[in-house]
């Protein structure tokens, strides 16, 4: 996971550092954590109460606050990417389900056999969810993946992609594809992508809460993010975490769980990863 992310990183500062839209690096960023097996995104996303996969994603771009999201997808490679599309390729923000599966293939994009979505992790998971039978169901995500960034015109994004939480409901829509709850971006403010239980993050409209403390309530990005990650989402009894970038360039993570996996680049340090608490700064 951590070669994985610094690839990821590596790449997107490459990017920036030629020059590219901070809009483009997120999506290329997301796109590589979805083509590994080791997140729950893409391919090694995870299997639904039916052992299907339905995947979904969001990307925002901060200085149009243009947005796209898709959520209910079976047989998409890249969800972030079509994402983008439903943002730039119609009057739309969301498209949800066959439609968004058929607006893919309209467009000219390949849908992907199931089985290149199964992995053994991710199959591993529902088995031991379905011995729960008749218990409490559990949220068991294993890296939803999400990328921010600032690029040299002073622009920011976002973007998150998921397959959800093992055995989920058929149908389930998580906070990853909501604009404002899992992923927000504004030149105003900043970028944010949140990582967690969905069903909280929904409730308290984490990501668009975070930027606006910051737009209108004057707080820094960080102790925005940390009141509403650890007050709001924690009084609901939520768990999760979030990335952010703010329009000055400072880019941290905040979270009330064990272990987030997280990574940072600038132009000026290389790229480093966390996991652990002690090793976030």
């Not at 994402?83 to 000219?108: C, D, K, N």
């Not at 989920?168 to 949140?194: F, Q």
Request: with cysteine; aromatic share 6%.
């Amino acid at each position: 996971m951590r070669a994985a992310l610094t690839a990821a990183l590596q790449a997107g500062a490459r990017a920036l550092a030629a020059g590219a839209a901070s809009l483009d690096v997120v999506e290329q960023a997301v796109c590589a954590l979805e083509d590994s097996p080791l997140f729950n995104a893409g391919k090694g996303a995870v299997f639904n109460a039916r052992g299907e996969h339905e995947l979904e994603a969001s990307i925002m771009d901060g200085r149009t606050l243009k947005a796209g999201a898709v959520a209910n997808l079976r047989g998409i490679k890249n969800p972030v990417t079509l994402a983008r599309w439903v943002m730039e390729r119609t009057p739309h923000v969301y498209l949800a389900g066959e439609g968004a599966i058929a607006f893919a293939q309209s467009e000219g994009m390949e849908l992907i056999a199931p089985d290149y979505f199964w992995t053994e992790q991710s199959w591993g998971a529902l088995k031991r969810e379905r011995l729960r039978a008749g218990r409490e169901r559990r949220s068991l995500e294993h890296g939803t993946v999400g990328a921010v960034a600032l690029d040299s015109h002073g622009n920011l994004a976002a973007a998150t992609s998921t397959g959800g939480i093992t055995n989920k409901l058929a149908g389930r829509v998580g906070d990853s594809s909501v604009i404002g709850a899992g992923t927000y971006a504004s030149n105003e403010s900043c970028a944010v992508s949140c990582t967690g239980q969905g069903e909280y993050f929904m409730r308290a409209a984490a990501a668009r809460d975070i930027c606006a403390l910051v737009e209108y309530g004057k707080r820094s990005a960080r102790a925005a993010a940390a009141m509403v990650i650890r007050e709001k989402i924690a009084r609901l009894g939520g768990h999760g975490g979030v990335i952010v970038v703010d329009r000055r360039g400072g880019v941290f993570s905040v979270f009330n769980t064990g272990v987030m996996y997280f990574g940072k680049v600038t132009h000026d340090n290389r790229a480093v990863t966390a996991i652990h608490a002690h090793e976030h700064d």
